[in-house]
């Protein structure tokens, strides 16, 4: 008898000690899409991939050209001289596909920067909004199935990442 009393009083301990964890969850999508420095990352991207975008086309339309008039010489120029023009084209063109995947790589590599430097400040916040709420586990959105709306804090969180966070420069 008196184990099972034992067991019970700690079986209620354990339930009134879940009954204490407070969780919440938010929204990471919105909060990176829609805060001031999210959208500041995201347009700052753009311009760049906008930039590199016009610089690919403009370089690619001169290969264009190039080869055409390559070709147009095909039968004015000796086949050894028209080979050995190919090739060098041919490395040039090589030469720009490899410097055009650097570029699209480096401009891939500052966007998870930038992404890791804003969730890094957001991740500050998040740890002392969950202190000063005393908040035991904080949840992505997306994770949850079901959940009360009372248990969402995306709004706070953008509210406080919109204070703190103003700006996150991509180098």
Not at 62 to 73: N, P, R
């Amino acid at each position: 008898m008196k184990k099972l009393i034992t067991i019970l009083f700690y079986l209620s301990l354990f339930s009134f000690a879940h009954a204490e964890n407070k969780i919440a969850y938010l929204d990471m999508a919105l909060i990176m899409n829609k805060s001031d420095a999210g959208t500041s990352i995201n347009k700052q991207i753009k311009k760049l991939e906008k930039k590199l975008s016009d610089e690919i086309n403009k370089k690619e339309d001169a290969f264009k050209k190039e080869k055409q008039s390559l070709l147009a010489q095909k039968n004015v120029l000796e086949k050894t001289q028209f080979e050995k023009k190919i090739l060098e084209f041919n490395a040039k063109l090589n030469d720009h596909q490899k410097k055009k995947n650097k570029e699209i790589n480096d401009l891939g590599k500052k966007r998870l920067e930038a992404s890791q430097k804003f969730l890094n400040e957001v991740t500050k916040i998040l740890a002392e909004y969950s202190a000063k709420n005393s908040l035991s586990m904080i949840i992505q959105k997306k994770n949850i199935v079901i959940g009360k709306k009372e248990f969402e804090i995306t709004e706070d969180i953008l509210k406080a990442v919109n204070q703190k966070v103003k700006k996150i420069k991509i180098n």
